[in-house]
């Protein structure tokens, strides 16, 4: 006897295949040129399929991109709480990064591939990626940990530091698992916080 499984399930088994597939392709031909039906294709499933959870290729793109991005941020805040000196926070911060990154490099590929494209779309607000470095550096100035600066300057400096080096390792120009870089991308970063001009002059 033929045992059918049932819509709901089969559709839900279908989103993660439609996103895997969708995050090869656009990764491979780009999102302007991979096609829903090269997705569908790809994923094994309808067309129809992809239409059920998404209106659209460029919907599906930018809640892939979404996604990670909102899950940097509570890996940011996870890391924060590691502990209360300066070393301890830095080390769990990057370490979670890199622990992602090496889980599901494809996944961290995609989002620094189009972090320029879908960045503009994240309005401002206090539990995105950026927004919560800058806090938590204001807050190391206010409770005396690092000299007084610029927290949305150091921000930038120091997550530059990560999404550099991984876009590096996206053109394989580093090679190996990205936790392999954690130390000396840690030391870049306690660097930056703890140093202003005004130590070289």
Known sequence: M???????????????KIERAAIELFISEGIDAATTRQIAERAGVSEGALYRH??????????????????LSRLLIEAALAGNDLKSRVGAIVGAYCELADEDWEYCCYHLLFLNRFIKNDVRREDDPVSLTEAMIADL???????????????????GVITQAGQNKLYNRLKGPFSQYKDDMAAAIMAILKYRSSDFD
Do not use: V, W
């Open 141 to 159: 100035m206010e409770n005396g940990h690092i000299p007084k600066g610029d927290p949305e300057i150091l921000s930038a400096m120091c997550l």
């Open 54 to 71: 998404y209106k659209g290729k460029e919907e599906l793109a930018e809640a892939l991109f979404m996604q990670l991005h909102d899950r």
């Open 2 to 16: 033929e045992i059918t499984m049932p819509t709901q399930t089969r559709t839900r088994n279908a989103k993660p």
